[in-house]
């Protein structure tokens, strides 16, 4: 059996210039791969830095959804079972949407797949192929197969070294799908298991966590980063702002190698705060805790979200204005994407404040209807916030001349800095 895994893109490039490189590959599916038995030929496209060839003689297709990337995964589930091949469609936004997606594919894959996937395979081969597979609670997460990385194409992607040790978090905030898909649980790897896949990835590259929070259970941290300091290595990971209230736990995430992280501070007001279901940041704190994380040389990349129900239309402004006096390294500013699954999205819909269920447009639109502010006032806020924190007498106050990892710092600023200033 000949099984083809996809990973629709993210912006559909027709016969237009394609990017040469992605910023991670899909690691997700390399995970699918690895979990298929070894006589199934099983092969990978990443649409985010190659063409799908539609034509090639395959059997069966599997094909990872996010609601971003739904209409461009449609399209391509239904091409291929227009030419008679087996389709699988799995990832989070069908796990919220099962019967929207089943309406593109032979059968849909509800939840994590361990336990599902080789159930899909063995049906696939016998001829028995069910319209639905769901797993039935959550996976535990010792003996998982080591992701197959060798079926990414070399050289396509700017983090090459990407690894999980977790899933899940441990809080519940308004606007993340990642609670609602993991069943509000936080599961570990056995160390042992995380540091035979750490012994595998390519020497000296910067290691990126994926995990959504690798600090959620601070024990499990502390055994991890003990444990990786004999790899020297360095990396980068997402964190919850509580790192810096463990001053042990913090120590041994720069002794390790850490060298940055993407910490979620979404508002400096702490109203905000509350209603995103964010308890465990505290506003007023952030000084501190900043102050801290920077004192162990680990750069922040933090990210805030503009726009929410609380929000006036200062907020651009201050948010802004507090990164910078913060001397944050890099930082996101969005605007609140209603993702299926959530809380936000639910009760966005309940109060028929949504402007459209075009999933290509979510993350790359304002799709609702603010409460303090016009959707208007809201985009260009959202375009002045962006292109002020990365002017270049920004990033030079933030960052000057004399940082650890100044090259590594200028030039993501710079990247973002031409990015953001093609803002329509």
């Not at 535990?140 to 070399?154: A, E, G, H, N």
């Not at 042990?248 to 508002?267: H, N, P, R, T």
């Not at 960052?399 to 090259?407: E, F, K, M, T």
């Amino acid at each position: 059996m000949r099984l083809r895994l996809i990973q629709p893109a993210v912006a559909f490039y027709g016969g237009g210039r394609r990017p040469k490189k992605a910023l991670f590959p899909p690691l997700g599916l390399a995970m699918i791969a690895a979990l298929t038995p070894p006589d199934v030929d099983v092969s990978l496209t990443d649409e985010n830095i190659e063409a799908i060839d539609f034509h090639e003689n395959t059997d069966v297709v599997g094909i990872s959804v996010l609601t971003i990337t739904a209409p461009r995964a449609y399209k391509i589930a239904d091409t291929f079972m227009a030419r008679g091949v087996k389709v699988v469609l799995g990832g989070v936004h069908v796990s919220f949407l099962p019967d929207e997606a089943a309406r593109h594919a032979d059968a849909v894959v509800i939840g994590e797949a361990e336990k599902t996937w080789p159930r899909v395979v063995a049906d696939l081969k016998a001829d028995r192929l069910q319209p639905r597979y769901q797993q039935e609670g959550h996976p535990p997460l010792s003996d998982l197969p080591i992701p197959r990385r060798s079926l990414f194409r070399k050289g396509a992607y700017f983090f090459n070294n990407t690894l999980a040790a977790t899933r899940g978090c441990p809080y519940s905030c308004s606007f993340c799908s990642v609670s609602a898909f993991f069943g509000r649980t936080y599961r570990c790897r056995p160390v042992a298991d995380v540091l035979g896949e750490l012994g595998a990835l390519e020497r000296g590259k910067l290691l990126f966590f994926i995990d959504d929070n690798i600090v959620g259970n601070p024990g499990f941290a502390k055994q991890l980063f003990r444990a990786m300091i004999p790899y020297h290595m360095k990396w980068l990971g997402q964190a919850t702002v509580t790192i810096a209230r463990d001053d042990e736990l913090l120590e041994l995430a720069a002794a390790s190698g850490c060298v940055g992280l993407l910490v979620g501070f979404e508002s400096t007001s702490q109203a905000s705060l509350v209603a995103l279901g964010k308890k465990a940041n505290r506003a007023d704190e952030y000084p501190n805790e900043i102050k801290k994380i920077h004192s162990k040389g680990i750069a922040i990349h933090g990210t805030f979200i503009v726009g929410l129900d609380e929000d006036d239309a200062g907020v651009f402004e201050r948010t802004v204005r507090f990164a910078q006096t913060m001397r944050l390294e890099s930082a996101g500013f969005a605007f609140p994407t209603p993702l299926p699954g959530t809380d936000l999205y639910e009760s966005l819909d309940q109060e028929r404040r949504l402007v459209t269920k075009e999933w290509s447009r979510y993350a790359r639109e304002i799709v609702f209807e603010p409460r303090m502010m016009s959707r208007e006032t809201l985009r260009t806020g959202h375009k002045w916030a962006l292109q002020e924190f990365f002017r270049l007498s920004s990033i030079l106050e933030r960052i000057g001349l004399a940082r650890r990892n100044l090259v590594m710092l200028w030039i993501l600023n710079l990247v973002q800095r031409a990015h953001y200033g093609r803002l329509p």
